[in-house]
């Protein structure tokens, strides 16, 4: 024991009259601790199941863990934890792994309808983003979809007289 403190021993004098037996505190009150009572020779300790912890103050009093706390609660990307239960999420763009429930996979968003993109989907880490064949470009106004580029549009597509747009031309 620290300074200051003193460790009482629960002994009783046995039945011979010469020597001392252990008193069992855990049987009274369960030693006043909140869960579990060890009794060890010539006093107690309290304990508490996994998820708790000892209150340091009165070392009899087991609280509740935030399992997120330790390790991200084993999570890769965001922990929640509810009531000693841990429980994973991730990002957007990303699900749940089904064989651990804690690691976050990408999920292809381009197996999923094609992204919904008009012509070529590409996955990314957590997104995907559309592409459009030579020729044409993604619309402003919608990045899903590509239209044709008019090259007659920019100084008369090089030409020296007329400029005819082909779909699809470069």
Do not use: F
Request: with cysteine; hydrophobic share 20%; net charge negative.
């Amino acid at each position: 024991p620290g300074p200051g403190r003193q460790r009482q021993h629960n002994l009783k004098l046995s039945a011979d009259g010469r020597s001392c037996e252990d008193i069992n505190e855990c049987m009274n009150n369960n030693g006043g601790c909140s869960h579990l009572c060890a009794n060890t020779d010539g006093t107690m300790e309290c304990a508490c199941p996994e998820g708790y912890r000892l209150l340091a103050d009165d070392g009899k009093t087991c609280v509740q863990v935030d399992g997120c706390i330790i390790d991200n609660g084993g999570c890769s990307h965001y922990c929640i934890g509810d009531g000693g239960t841990v429980h994973c999420s991730c990002p957007d763009g990303y699900k749940l792994s089904v064989i651990d429930h804690k690691t976050c996979i990408d999920i292809d968003e381009c197996e999923l309808d094609g992204g919904d993109c008009s012509h070529e989907c590409v996955n990314t880490e957590g997104s995907y983003h559309c592409e459009c064949p030579q020729g044409y470009q993604l619309q402003a106004d919608d990045p899903l979809s590509c239209e044709d580029i008019n090259e007659c549009a920019v100084n008369n597509g090089g030409c020296s007289h007329e400029c005819i747009n082909t779909e699809g031309s470069r």
